[in-house]
């Protein structure tokens, strides 16, 4: 059941933590209790999640999603910001059980169905983790998604991985491992496959209208201009 307060943050647009329910703006939550990446649910006529977190996540999410008022199998898709393990690692097991399709961009689909090894050390972790969360199901159907998703605009943000993607909305991004939140800040070089082309595509970012930045790892950030400013110096 959707609380009143629930629905009083989501008018407000701003982030609010009720009981596990973490709304974070404009329909868009942040699944708690989630490991590796966070995980985005967008709640809205059309729910979808963005990224599933390390192998073995799928009932968190799930429960989350139960937990907000939604029905799992209303899901219309799940859509991968890029193939690292810990964007991933639930993806199969969260399709099969939801019945719903997963997106990519049509760059990252080898890597993400194990088609193509991952670069340099991405290539081990799915064995050096698996005692840890069990092994990455590579999912059995992934679809190039379209420059819309919804009414989302999918932004193609190559650098950390060859498809990396954002999803942006009315000033939101859910950026992947384009940004670190925070002290808002690129991917590390070390686990950037090209450097040249993350910080164009941050410069390409941020010359957008932003509000908020909600990344792969850290916290959802208001993008104020202190951070941006300091942010294009350094790039």
């Excluded at 709304?23 to 967008?42: F, S």
């Excluded at 729910?47 to 937990?67: A, C, H, K, N, W």
């Excluded at 679809?143 to 991985?161: I, K, Q, Y």
């Excluded at 060859?162 to 800040?185: C, E, F, S, T």
Aim: one cysteine or more; proline letters at 9%.
């Amino acid at each position: 059941m959707i609380t009143d307060g629930w629905l009083r943050a989501r008018k407000r647009g701003c982030q609010t933590v009720e009981g596990e329910h973490m709304l974070i703006t404009d329909e868009v939550h942040q699944v708690d209790g989630v490991k590796g990446a966070h995980v985005y649910l967008v709640a809205s006529q059309e729910p979808f999640l963005v990224d599933t977190g390390m192998p073995g996540q799928e009932r968190r999410i799930i429960e989350y999603i139960r937990s907000v008022g939604l029905n799992p199998r209303h899901l219309t898709g799940i859509i991968l910001t890029h193939f690292d393990l810990d964007h991933i690692g639930s993806v199969q097991n969260l399709a099969s059980a939801l019945q719903c399709p997963v997106y990519a961009q049509e760059a990252e689909i080898p890597y993400i169905r194990g088609q193509k090894p991952r670069p340099g050390m991405k290539r081990f972790l799915p064995h050096l983790v698996s005692p840890i969360y069990g092994s990455l199901r590579a999912p059995e159907e992934v679809r190039p998604c379209a420059e819309m998703f919804h009414d989302w605009e999918v932004l193609p943000t190559p650098g950390h991985t060859p498809g990396h993607i954002v999803l942006y909305r009315n000033g939101i991004a859910i950026v992947g491992d384009l940004l670190q939140g925070g002290r808002i800040r690129p991917a590390p070089p070390y686990l950037t496959w090209n450097s040249g082309q993350l910080k164009e595509s941050i410069r390409q970012l941020i010359s957008r209208p932003l509000r908020w930045i909600l990344p792969g790892h850290g916290p959802a950030t208001p993008a104020s201009n202190h951070w941006l400013d300091r942010l294009e110096r350094t790039l």
